[in-house]
């Protein structure tokens, strides 16, 4: 079992900055990739980002450039640097693990199996 959860959302400008939290617990953390997942309610949940176990990433092009995911073991968290924000990065972000995969960042959602709440974002001028 795998407990996640979101912090850091909130409301920004467009061209600001957010860091996105998500601490994980129950499992050895560092074993499994961490998924960041963003929904805007009416649309499907769409892959944002990924980070694999040594660190490997992974970028959706809408993001690419602009958000930078990292994660710390010691802390059992994943971030979620966001930069130059604009108004189509508003959503409700997921964090989510794919236990089953290490090396490997999978996009689409039926690969993982835990899911944090979600955190707001909201950017508007």
């Known amino acids: 079992q795998v407990q996640l959860d979101e912090s850091g959302g909130g409301l920004g400008q467009p061209g600001d900055s957010l860091t996105l939290s998500c601490t994980g617990s129950?499992?050895?953390?560092?074993?499994?990739?961490v998924g960041w997942f963003r929904q805007v309610p009416g649309n499907e949940r769409e892959f944002v980002a990924g980070?694999?176990?040594?660190?490997?990433?992974l970028y959706s092009d809408s993001v690419k450039d602009r958000f930078t995911i990292s994660r710390d073991d010691a802390k059992n968290t994943v971030y979620l640097q966001m930069n130059s924000l604009q108004p189509d990065d508003t959503a409700d972000y997921y964090c989510?693990?794919?236990?089953?995969?290490?090396?490997?960042?999978?996009?689409?959602?039926?690969?993982?199996?835990?899911w944090g709440h979600g955190t707001q974002v909201t950017v508007s001028s």
């Open positions: 129950g499992r050895t953390f560092s074993d499994y990739v």
């Open positions: 980070i694999t176990s040594s660190g490997n990433t």
């Open positions: 989510a693990a794919d236990v089953r995969a290490s090396v490997i960042i999978r996009r689409a959602t039926r690969y993982y199996d835990y």
